[in-house]
């Protein structure tokens, strides 16, 4: 007689074998209608699942993330791969999973489709959910299963299948159709909503991208079909719309339209900073330099490429090998730094240190380089070469609350800085592949746990998604138009200080191993620069714009005195560009508005004989005139 307790505490108790269904039309039929799945032990289940022992339940609707995680599935793995499979027969199916927003499809098709083919995709997929058929799930064994893929074409299923652990002698298959009937059928672990529709979600076909079989580029192309999917419609739209200004504020576009920066294929992956993008980098750097001197730390420079043997003592070699970028010269292997530690420990361990010098925290805006795939290379978002606010604390055990709570202070205070407010705190756990004893992982996390609790942070924890050398607490930033970033990082460190031979002398005369904190604010000055301009919208606050003042003349008449403004202007260090050319005065003001200059200066005669600046912003609000002092005084406070 199992018994059923309810996320209320409420218990239920029933005669025999008890399904998903029974238990929740059971509750009630609001609750049934709106059901997609349920939680059984805190696992994930179709609602036909069968219930034979005392469990803990919970109801799905697609208002649960779960929920909506079901429905998703459902429309990609059995909407959208049947209509494929309905409008191309001969296409074969890989893999559709949920992602972020919605889902994708793989698909091999024997012909290339164009992203016109979308709209009959959609039209058919449409159709599909107005049959709103029976989604049944059926264990097969194991070869049975192959057989059927093999029969079908679909040797990507059969591909996976083969693969799969060879302890897993049942494969899980859900069948579309009514009664039993075989209209479709797909390899999925599930779960799925019990018919086609009955998510209702609203969804749309957005692009087509191409995608490598199982990720690898020595396997096929296969053709990726994306969709976002919101439990209504108005969700729907309003996703949509955000996309839409999303692209207006891509940071290549307005990189391109405002001379920033720019890639180019010689050198996948790297910039080249143009003066005004140089600008703001230089700006950003300053800031950065001024703040942790301030909080501290001592800046040092480090080699860009060391012998292999020290990434091998650091355990980069065995573990990070494959994001490096190598070379030999005189028969020695060497590599570039994907990342600054291992040098930050060995100007640590040059001399001997007192625990009276602790905590030493050392600081390097760090030229580094990793190998990324060239599908994943994204502007300035994802890069090859790339510079960090890179420091490491070295402390003792009874310094590390303390430090990671002055580290969370310094770091909210340079978001607040750059205009971010909406931060959230996550704890990435250790990975799979990792250097470390666990009694070493399970120290530096409690030693995390521990710093967070005292600090009065609250976070959200990430299993398997730490450093293979240690867990790491992440800061995760909300732009103006609410998408996520993960910038700041602080991360507790047992491994590198002992691998690389790191020690201090205590109080009591003892040679002991410090505490490593690995730490960023920004992280990748490239990438943090991308989420500024996209942010902003390419309209940088006062103090970071490249060009903070454009001063036009409207005749030649007025160069003379435009020149003697911008030099005051210079003066106080105020970036000032002035624009006398022969062009219409109107011409002059919309290409500086373009390039987002927050203050337009226009300068006729009366301006000259008057001693004045008409001052304009890059929102068209005209200020009037009035003395450079008055001006000077104006935008003083946001410099």
């Known amino acids: 007689m199992p018994v059923i307790t309810l996320p209320d505490g409420s218990k239920r108790e029933y005669q025999g074998a008890v399904t998903g269904f029974d238990i929740v ?42 929920g909506l995680d079901i429905a998703r599935h459902t429309l990609a793995a059995q909407v959208l791969a049947r209509a494929v499979k309905d409008l191309y027969p001969d296409a074969m199916l890989a893999i559709g999973p949920t992602i972020e927003h919605g889902f994708y499809y793989d698909v091999d098709f024997v012909e290339p489709i164009v992203p016109e083919a979308l709209e009959a995709i959609d039209k058919r997929m449409r159709e599909i959910l107005k049959e709103n058929l ?107 719309e955000r996309v839409k200004e999303a692209e207006k504020r891509d940071h290549r576009r307005i990189g391109k339209a405002q001379n920033l920066f720019h890639l180019q294929e010689e050198a996948p992956g790297m910039v080249f900073w143009h003066p005004k993008g140089w600008t703001i980098w230089q700006t950003v750097e300053q800031y950065m330099r001024k703040r942790q001197k301030e909080e501290g730390y001592l800046e040092i420079r480090t080699p860009l490429v060391m012998d292999r043997t020290l990434w091998e003592r650091s355990g980069h070699w065995e573990n990070y090998k494959e994001n490096m970028f190598t070379t030999s010269s005189e028969n020695r292997d060497y590599a570039v730094k994907p990342m600054n530690c291992p040098c930050h420990i060995e100007v640590f361990n040059h001399g001997l240190h007192s625990y009276r010098d602790l905590p030493m925290r050392l ?43 002055r580290f969370h202070k310094f770091a909210m205070s340079v978001y607040d800085h750059f205009g971010f407010t909406d931060i959230s705190v996550k704890l990435s756990l250790r990975p799979e592949q990792r250097a470390g004893e666990d009694y070493i992982w399970d120290m530096a996390e409690s ?19 730490g450093a293979f050398y240690g867990p790491k607490v992440e800061y995760h930033i909300k732009d103006a138009i609410g998408r996520s970033w993960q910038v700041g990082t602080i991360q507790l460190d047992f491994v590198l200080p002992e691998r690389l031979g790191a020690e201090f002398v205590d109080e009591d005369n003892t040679r002991k191993r410090p505490v490593m904190l690995h730490r960023a604010i920004l992280g990748s000055f490239e990438r943090f620069i991308g989420i500024l301009i996209e942010h902003h919208a390419g309209s940088m606050p006062l103090w970071l714009a490249p060009e903070q003042v454009s001063i036009l003349t409207i005749t030649g008449n007025q160069t003379e005195y435009a020149e003697k403004v ?5 003066k106080l260090n105020i970036r000032t560009k002035i624009d006398v050319r022969n062009e219409k005065i109107g011409y002059k003001i919309r290409e500086a508005t373009i ?45």
């Open 363 to 405: 600081a390097e805006f760090g030229s580094c380089h990793r190998n990324e795939p060239s599908g994943a290379l994204h502007g300035l978002m994802r890069v090859r070469g790339f510079v960090q606010d890179d420091a490491h604390i070295f402390c003792r055990d009874d310094q590390v609350v303390s430090e990671v709570a």
């Open 134 to 240: 029976d989604v049944t799930r059926e264990m097969w064994p194991r070869q049975e299963a192959i057989q059927y893929f093999l029969d079908k074409r679909e040797l990507y299923k059969a591909d996976i299948i083969d693969r799969a652990p060879a302890d897993q002698t049942e494969i899980s298959l859900y069948r579309q159709g009514n009664n039993g009937e075989d209209i479709f059928m797909d390899l999925c672990r599930g779960p799925h909503t019990p018919t086609t529709n009955k998510g209702k979600l609203a969804f749309s076909l957005t692009n087509i991208a191409g995608a490598y079989w199982r990720g690898d580029s020595d396997n096929k192309m296969l053709t990726r079909i994306y969709a976002v999917a919101f439990a209504s419609e108005k969700e729907l739209q309003e996703h949509l």
């Open 25 to 66: 039309n059971d509750i009630g039929p609001g609750l049934a209608k709106a059901a997609v799945g349920i939680v059984v032990d805190g696992e994930d289940k179709d609602l036909t699942y069968t219930i034979t022992t005392d469990v803990d339940f919970k109801v799905l609707t697609v208002k649960d993330e779960a």
């Open 447 to 465: 030693g995390l746990r521990s710093a967070l609790g005292a600090a009065g942070i609250t976070w959200e924890e990430l299993p398997g998604e």
């Open 566 to 570: 911008a030099k005051a202007l210079k």
């Open 595 to 639: 390039s987002r200059v927050p203050y337009i200066l226009v300068l006729g005669n009366r301006e000259m004989e008057m001693g004045l600046v008409a001052v304009r912003t890059r929102e068209g609000q005209d200020l009037s005139a009035m003395t450079l002092e008055e001006f000077v005084a104006l935008i003083q406070k946001d410099l």
